[in-house]
């Protein structure tokens, strides 16, 4: 069944440590998300991409970075963790049809909490 | 800045009722607004969504109501069941012709429906 997978799930972490989060999608979708879940903040984009080589940043960017290694492979990384990025990541993925709105699918999340 | 307010931060129902779900909105550009719905441990899923051109939609029992004069939303869900209580997120995009699918969510209202 097509789906949108995220690795870890779960991941504890320190202070200053690199962490990559992994996104996987085999919808066959052209664009892709990373948003993080805050609460009382709702979800707030991180990055955006629209095809490999087109990355854009999004509202909450300082912090991360982002590769978009394949159409179906889109990982977040932080360079140096800080203990407020202690948040629910997800990575969503849509169709990229002109002209018309396209529904983002959702990933299960990653729980990351940075000590 | 909240672009896109749920000011409701729960909501509780009875089985067979009526749930109103509020979502408020400051950006004139909007054009386009969505809701998700969210169980624990699970990514969003999409529920609903209006175009600004409208004023309404309805999908079985649910239906949500767009009031621009106002810049707000609302979404009903008759009846209320059991399996709906989750988190509901609203969100909106802007981005007109260039359909980047960029998505702003509010903060999200946590339904429950008691049997």
């Known amino acids: 069944d097509a789906d949108v997978t995220q690795t870890p799930r779960n991941r504890i972490t320190k202070t200053g440590k690199r962490i990559m989060l992994e996104c996987s999608q085999t919808?066959?979708?052209?664009?892709m998300y990373w948003y993080r879940q805050d609460p009382g903040l709702g979800l707030r984009l991180i990055y955006y991409s629209f095809d490999v080589k087109d990355i854009n940043k999004g509202e909450i960017s300082d912090g991360y970075s982002v590769s978009r290694q394949a159409q179906a492979k889109f990982s977040l990384s932080l360079e140096s963790a800080i203990p407020n990025q202690t948040a629910l990541y997800f990575c969503?993925?849509?169709?990229?049809?002109?002209?018309?709105?396209?529904?983002?699918?959702f990933g299960p999340g990653t729980r990351l909490t940075v000590l | 800045d909240q672009q896109v307010k749920q000011n409701s931060p729960s909501l509780s129902v009875q089985e067979g009722r009526i749930s109103i779900l509020n979502c408020d909105y400051t950006n004139s550009m909007f054009d386009y607004f969505l809701w998700y719905k969210k169980y624990p441990a699970e990514g969003p899923t999409f529920l609903i969504s209006i175009s600004s051109i409208k004023d309404k939609n309805e999908d079985g029992r649910f239906t949500v109501f767009l009031n621009k004069s106002a810049k707000h939303l609302s979404l009903h869900i008759v009846p209320s069941q059991p399996g709906d209580s989750a988190v509901y997120f609203c969100?909106?995009?802007?981005?007109?012709?260039?359909?980047?699918?960029?998505?702003?969510f509010g903060q999200g209202t946590t339904l429950q429906v008691k049997p």
């Open positions: 969503a993925t849509s169709r990229g049809e002109a002209g018309t709105y396209n529904e983002q699918f």
């Open positions: 969100a909106a995009s802007g981005d007109g012709s260039s359909n980047t699918g960029k998505l702003i």
């Open positions: 919808k066959g979708h052209d664009r």
